[in-house]
Every structure is written in structure tokens, then in C-alpha cells.
């Protein structure tokens, strides 16, 4: 059982539309990372979020941490093909274990 | 200049065989990670070292057996090789423990036949 589900799976969209990921739970996390990952490589980190219902604005992307610290999401305004990847949220429990969720794959058709 | 290195990027290897991946990262950090991910991009931790010491140990067949020389090197050997072993190991480090960043290295793609 995982403890964090992303969604949707899969989502594959033409460039300029706006799209919206999930990351849910039922416990509540210290802090919620997002990650992009592609092909053949590592994730990489495109924020961290600590506060209930803080936001983030990263040029096109915001991200949402829940009120209650057990949910996350991440919009995209415009979305561009060079935003096509594997998006994988992950939240803190204990202060140093990380729970990755299932992963949203993104394909940005030009 | 690679942050964190691994190797070898590609491993194919026969049941029951014994194998070990390396992880090295240049950036002064005192956590490392070991990670597996699925054929369905699920990522999660196996092993976490801090300052040379393990922190976390998930529930990981002791098949696998991690090895922190110093700081700066987190490597994993896994004995007698099974078919469900196949799958991208990825070695991470971050400044600290906690809600710090995570530098991801390449990954290990194993393939284990």
C-alpha cells in the first residue's frame, strides 16, 4: 500500500492547455516535495513546501500544500513540450523518511 | 562535476550471482540514500546512511547489504540475485537529514535473467 497517490496516472495534453496533478493522503506530512524525472535520469527537485495551505509559484508552475498537510497539487499553466516527464511528489514523515508517490507521466504534445 | 555519480549504469546479470553498485557524490553532504524503482516508476527508500551511520533500513531482504566507507560514498551489494531484483537503483544525497534537498545520482538500470 502506498502512502501517497498521485493523479492522474498518465496525462497527455497539447502545448499551451493548463493541467492540474494530485498528490493525496491520509496522514499528514512534515513537508511535500515535487520532483521531475526524465528518461534515463534522476528525479530532480522543483520545490518543497512546509506550511499548510502555502503556495509556490515557479515560472509556470504552483504548487499547493493542503491545509492539514496531507495533500498536495501542482498546476501548469500554458503547458510547453519541454514540460513533458515524470512527476513524482514526496512527502516527509519522522523527519527524514521519504514517501514517493506513484507518479503523474505528462507527455506535452507541440 | 557530476554531483553523484554511479556505477555501472547498466547492469545484466544471472540469477544467483553477486553484484554490487557504487555511489559516490562530490557535494559535502553528510546523508546518503539508496533508492529502487519499479517498472512502475514507484521510487522507494531502502537504506539511509548519515555521517557513515544507517539511519534507515526499510524492509529490505538482507540480501542487500549497504556499505558506507565515508561520508562521501554509499555503496550496495546484493547477494544471490533474484528475477524480482530487476529494476533502477537510484543513490542520493542531501546536506542533512530532514526535509533537505535530495540530489538523485543517473541510476542503475539492473536487469537480473
Redesign the interface.
Known amino acids: 500500500t502506498?502512502l501517497l497517490e498521485q493523479s492522474p496516472q498518465f496525462l497527455s495534453i497539447q502545448e499551451g492547455e493548463n493541467l492540474t496533478v494530485y498528490c493525496n493522503s491520509s496522514s499528514v506530512f512534515?513537508?511535500l516535495?515535487w520532483y521531475r524525472?526524465e528518461p534515463?535520469?534522476?528525479?530532480?527537485?522543483l520545490v518543497?513546501v512546509?506550511t499548510g495551505g502555502e503556495v509556490k509559484k515557479l515560472k509556470r508552475l504552483t504548487f499547493q500544500f493542503g491545509d492539514a498537510r496531507k495533500d498536495s497539487s501542482l498546476h501548469i499553466t500554458a503547458a510547453q513540450p519541454g514540460d513533458t516527464g515524470?512527476y513524482?511528489c514526496?512527502g516527509?514523515r519522522n523527519?527524514?523518511?521519504?514517501?514517493?508517490g506513484?507518479?503523474t507521466?505528462l507527455n506535452v504534445k507541440p | 562535476d557530476t554531483a553523484v555519480s554511479q556505477t555501472p549504469k547498466y547492469l545484466v546479470t544471472q540469477m544467483g550471482n553477486d553484484k554490487s553498485i557504487k555511489c559516490e557524490q562530490n557535494l559535502g553532504h553528510d546523508t546518503m540514500y539508496w533508492y529502487k524503482q519499479d517498472s512502475k516508476k514507484f521510487l522507494k527508500i531502502m537504506f539511509s546512511y548519515n555521517n557513515k551511520e544507517l539511519i534507515i533500513n526499510e524492509t529490505v531482504p538482507n540480501r542487500f547489504s549497504p556499505k558506507s566507507p565515508d561520508k562521501a560514498h554509499l555503496n550496495l551489494h546484493i547477494n544471490s540475485l533474484e528475477l524480482g531484483d530487476s529494476a533502477v537503483y537510484f543513490c542520493a544525497s542531501s546536506r542533512q537529514q530532514g526535509q533537505e534537498t535530495q540530489y538523485f545520482g543517473p541510476g542503475t538500470r539492473l536487469l537480473v535473467l
Open positions: 502506498q512534515s513537508s516535495q524525472q534515463g535520469e534522476g528525479p530532480v527537485l518543497t512546509v515524470l513524482l514526496a516527509v523527519f527524514n523518511k521519504f514517501y514517493f506513484s507518479g507521466k
